[in-house]
């Protein structure tokens, strides 16, 4: 069966300093990826996605980017936090376009 | 433009009742999928029931049940003898234009107490 690792699950970070969130997905081959942020008291936004290796779309220009330097594995960083950057990730995977999202535990964020 | 509203910000129900929770949805394509997900306190999002746009067909999973509606373009989701484990924040979401963007609602929060 497919399982969804996310770390670190809670992160306590400066302004201005770096950032880097890990995903990876085991169980599958090839799956699309998805970074998705979910501010206090409100709905999920789509950050990041992407169909494979090296291949990155963005949804809302900001501070962050992403990268993904293996088939299972999807990164978010930043090179330096504002306070706006605080939330909750969360990395999800799907076997391919318009299927279901299987949603990995996330990652609480909060900049100071 | 697609768009999800689940205008119940939060509803608060007593154990066994049961409770509907509304979602409407807008997109003018013909094609499109629609998803509910539930947010426990943990945070995880859970994959509940995700439904096209040519089967109309209501689905129900033991106590959880769903009725589409592409007339009035709803999406309803219904919990029957509700539990304590079922307080969570429910999320509506909408996929179509060809693209694998998911749309989000606002979220229902839900609680069931005992």
């Known amino acids: ?112 | 433009a697609q768009k999800v509203t689940q205008a119940q910000t939060e509803i608060s129900v007593v154990e066994k009742e049961d409770v509907t929770l509304d979602c409407v949805y807008e997109t003018r394509d013909t094609t499109y999928y629609l998803f509910w997900y539930k947010q426990p306190p943990s945070g995880e999002l859970v994959f509940l029931i995700r439904r096209n746009s040519f089967d109309e067909q209501n689905e129900i999973s033991g106590r959880y049940s769903w009725n589409f509606q592409k007339s009035t373009s709803s999406f309803n989701f219904t919990i029957t003898a509700s539990q304590v484990v079922d307080s969570a924040v429910y999320f509506c979401a909408l996929s179509a234009s060809n693209t694998d963007k998911l749309i989000f609602g606002t979220g229902t929060r839900l609680q069931v107490f005992p």
């Open chain 1, 1 to 112: 069966s497919q399982t969804i690792h996310q770390w670190p699950a809670t992160l306590v970070q400066p302004v201005g300093s770096p950032l880097s969130l890990e995903c990876t997905v085991e169980g599958t081959s090839n799956p699309n990826l998805y970074w998705y942020r979910q501010a206090a008291g409100r709905g999920l936004q789509l950050l990041f996605y992407s169909v494979g290796i090296g291949q990155i779309s963005s949804e809302v220009p900001q501070n962050l980017s992403a990268s993904r330097p293996q088939d299972r594995q999807f990164i978010l960083s930043s090179k330096k936090l504002l306070l706006s950057d605080s939330g909750f990730y969360l990395c999800a995977w799907s076997v391919r376009e318009r299927d279901t999202q299987y949603f990995g535990p996330g990652t609480r964020l909060t900049v100071l």
